[in-house]
Each structure stands twice: as structure tokens, then as C-alpha cells.
């Protein structure tokens, strides 16, 4: 079975610098997809960033970027520019084309101002 | 256009009682998910429907969880005699149909407390 990690339960940064979230992965498929969702205090679960794993550049969301190492199965999310809005619960998220999302267990992001 | 939309967004209800809860998708999406978050940790799956294909069950934790969709809009999401480890936040989503892949866009939830 597919697991996701996230390492990082915590996570603070100062506002309008750059934090990186980590995310690993296990699986045996070639063929898959990565995500990154936000989830803040209202409970919406909101995409901020999406990679299809047989793209070899990097996602790039206007501040959010991702760093994926297929070989090492590692997908982290870079927040360049912090901002307040940005503090909330990230999930790290993977799937095979037509099946369910398997989520890490969230980095929570603090900013402070 | 409007989002996924569930209902209740909070449900109190003592242990043994049955609950039902509501998600309608977006219009037009034939994918439908049902996850589980429980305090502090990260969405589990319950349940997929896609079109009018067998749904995939494989995320239900027991048989008195239980799932319904009418064709391809509204779901219920029935638990049957309820226990205090049932307590969590009930996420739906919805996506277009999978030829290779597609977002999936969720709704707000419903908070589930058994007392």
C-alpha cells in the first residue's frame, strides 16, 4: 500500500520569508500524482499545488514551488514571501490516475508577523 | 459555480444512534469521495463512487459504515450504531471523470461528535 510522510508536524516562519515543507512517498508505481493542499481553520481543504510524476519540472503556483525527487520519492513545497494567510494545516497528498487521495498526517505553518 | 456542499456542518449525537450525513457535488463531476479526519491527523479514505460503476469500499472501517449516491449527484453517508471513536470531521469530494487524472474538490465537512 501507497504511505505518505510528513515529517514536520510544526512548522514556523517569519513573514515574507521562504519555508520548505517536507513530503515523502512510497510506492512501486511509475505513473502517479502529488499534491499539496492547504487546509486553514475553516475545515476547506484548498489544492495549492499539483505534480504529475512523469513531468520532470518542477510545479510552480505563483509563490508555492515544488521540489520533486522521483528517484528519492521526496516532494516538498517551498513558500517563498510568507504571508499570515498562509498559516494553516498542509497536506501532502498522492494518488493513481482514477483512485483516491492517500494524505501524510499534515505540517502545521505558523507565521509570524 | 457552486462548490461542494455538505450537510450537517456539525452533528451531536449519543453513542448508539444512527446518523446520516449529506455531500452534493459539484454539478457535472461523476467522481465522488468520502474521507475521515480524525482530531490532528490526516484524511482517511472511506469510500469512492465513479458514474454508475460499483463503488470502491475498501476504506470503510466497518460494516456499519454505509454509503449511497443517486446517479451521479447527491451522497449519504450512513453510520450505524455510533461509537465514541466515530468522532471526527466527515470530508467530501468531488471531481471530474479519471481518464488520467483530476482535482478533487472538496467540501466543508461535517463535524461528527459521539457523545
Known amino acids: 500500500a501507497q504511505t505518505v510522510t510528513q515529517s514536520q508536524p510544526e512548522m514556523s516562519v517569519q513573514e515574507a520569508e521562504t519555508v520548505t515543507l517536507s513530503c515523502t512517498y512510497d510506492t512501486s508505481e511509475s505513473d502517479y500524482y502529488l499534491f499539496w493542499y492547504k487546509q486553514p481553520p475553516s475545515r476547506q481543504m484548498i489544492l495549492v499545488i499539483r505534480q504529475e510524476a512523469y513531468k520532470q519540472q518542477n510545479a510552480t503556483e505563483n509563490r508555492f514551488s515544488v521540489n520533486f525527487q522521483k528517484a528519492a520519492k521526496s516532494f516538498s513545497l517551498k513558500i517563498s514571501d510568507s504571508q499570515l494567510g498562509d498559516a494553516a494545516m498542509y497536506f501532502c497528498?498522492?494518488?493513481?490516475?482514477?483512485?483516491?487521495?492517500?494524505f501524510g498526517g499534515g505540517t502545521r505553518l505558523m507565521v509570524k508577523p | 459555480g457552486a462548490g461542494v456542499s455538505q450537510s450537517p456542518s456539525n452533528k451531536v449525537t449519543e453513542k448508539g444512534k444512527d446518523v446520516e450525513l449529506r455531500c452534493d457535488p459539484i454539478?457535472?463531476?461523476?467522481?465522488l469521495y468520502w474521507y475521515r479526519q480524525r482530531l490532528g491527523q490526516g484524511l482517511e479514505f472511506l469510500i469512492y463512487?465513479?458514474?454508475?460503476?460499483?463503488?470502491?469500499k475498501s476504506g470503510l472501517p466497518s460494516d456499519r459504515f454505509s454509503a449511497e449516491r443517486t446517479g451521479e449527484s447527491v451522497s449519504t453517508l450512513t453510520i450505524q450504531r455510533t461509537q465514541q471513536e466515530d468522532s471526527a470531521v466527515y470530508l467530501c469530494a468531488s471531481s471530474l471523470p479519471s481518464g488520467g487524472w483530476e482535482t478533487q474538490y472538496f467540501g466543508p465537512g461535517t463535524r461528527l461528535l459521539v457523545l
Open positions: 463512487f465513479q458514474g454508475n460503476s460499483a463503488p470502491d
Open positions: 454539478s457535472g463531476h461523476t467522481a
Open positions: 497528498a498522492y494518488t493513481e490516475a482514477g483512485n483516491m487521495l492517500t
